[in-house]
């Protein structure tokens, strides 16, 4: 079993900058991209951004310039800085780590980014 437990969501103003973590843990042997997605209110989980084991990033278009993936691999862990903030940026934000046959979902945090 994978464990995958998220934290640094909330509520923050336009502008404003939060900053995600996911911390893998559990039968773990060796993740390859590990990557954070977004569902926004009445709209699929679209990819936020992704990192692969080498350090190579992915983003959406719409975060790139603001928001950095990157991550700790003798920590298991991956991060998500997100600055400038704006209100479309808000939803639930879920990561997922992709192993050699398997993937795992993170339970979501809510980021909330206000006018």
């Known amino acids: 079993q994978v464990q995958l437990v998220e934290s640094g969501g909330g509520l923050v103003q336009a502008g404003g900058s939060l900053r995600l973590s996911c911390a893998a843990s559990?039968?773990?042997?060796?993740?390859?991209?590990m990557g954070w997605y977004r569902r926004a209110p009445g709209n699929e989980r679209d990819l936020v951004a992704s990192?692969?084991?080498?350090?190579?990033?992915n983003y959406a278009d719409s975060v790139k310039g603001r928001f950095t993936i990157s991550r700790d691999n003798a920590k298991n862990t991956v991060y998500l800085q997100m600055d400038s903030l704006k209100p479309e940026d808000t939803g639930v934000y879920y990561c997922?780590?992709?192993?050699?046959?398997?993937?795992?979902w993170g339970q979501g945090t809510q980021v909330t980014v206000s006018s």
């Open positions: 997922k780590v992709m192993m050699l046959i398997n993937s795992y």
């Open positions: 559990g039968s773990i042997f060796s993740i390859n991209t």
């Open positions: 990192i692969t084991r080498g350090g190579s990033t």
